[in-house]
C-alpha cells in the first residue's frame, strides 16, 4: 500500500473540487471547493454554513498528517466502544487511555472487563464517535451527524490509493 502525503491528498481534493485552490491563512486548512454539496450531505434543522470570506462560522477543511503511528480522536460525544470478541461496550475506556498515553499510543491495547479479550483500540467498534487514523479530513464546525460524506467523496479518496477511509464525528 502507498504512504500518504498531505500534499498528495490536498491535490485530490482540489482537483475533486471539495476545497478552495488555495489554503487560508493556516497551513493545510482551506475553505469548501465549488463541489462541497456533492461529497458532503447536509442534514438538520439548524446547518448554518456561513459561507462569507472572514466570517465567524466559516466552513473549514483542515487535513491533518500522515502521522507515523495511528492518532485517536475522540470528544465529548464519544460513546464507549464495543469489543471486537463479545461486543460488550467498555465503559471504562476513557481511564484506560488516561494512564498517560499519548495522542499515538492510544490506540493501542485496550482490555475487555467482559471477556478480558486485549485488542488494538483502532479494532474497538466506535460507532461513528470516535476513531483512529494516520491522515485526517476535518470539516468544521458542524454539528455532529449533521454534515455526512457521501459516496461520491470516497470515490473521490480512493484516488489516494492507501486503502478504505472511514469517517467518524468528535465534538470538543
Known amino acids: 500500500m502507498a504512504r500518504a502525503s498531505l500534499s498528495g491528498l490536498s491535490a485530490v481534493l482540489r482537483e475533486g473540487g471539495l476545497i478552495e485552490a488555495a489554503p487560508s491563512t493556516a497551513p493545510m486548512r482551506h475553505g469548501p ?8 450531505g447536509f442534514t438538520g434543522c439548524a446547518v448554518q454554513l456561513d459561507q462569507a470570506p472572514g466570517g465567524s462560522q466559516r466552513l473549514a477543511i483542515a487535513l491533518e498528517g500522515p502521522f507515523e503511528t495511528l492518532r485517536f480522536r475522540s470528544g465529548r460525544n464519544s460513546r464507549p466502544p464495543r469489543c471486537p470478541a463479545c461486543q460488550a461496550a467498555l465503559s471504562n475506556w ?69 486503502g478504505a477511509w472511514r469517517y467518524f464525528y468528535v465534538q470538543d
Do not use: N
Not at 485488542?119 to 476535518?138: E, T
Open 94 to 162: 476513557r481511564q484506560q487511555l488516561d494512564t498517560g498515553a499519548s495522542a499515538d499510543q492510544a490506540c493501542r491495547t485496550l482490555s475487555c472487563t467482559r471477556c478480558g479479550a486485549h485488542s488494538p483500540g483502532w479494532q474497538w467498534d466506535w460507532g461513528r464517535h470516535a476513531g483512529c487514523g494516520r491522515l485526517f479530513v476535518d470539516i468544521e464546525p458542524v454539528f455532529p451527524g449533521e454534515g455526512r460524506p457521501l459516496p461520491a467523496l470516497f470515490t473521490l479518496l480512493k484516488r489516494m490509493e492507501i
Open 33 to 40: 471547493g465549488e463541489r462541497l454539496f456533492e461529497y458532503i
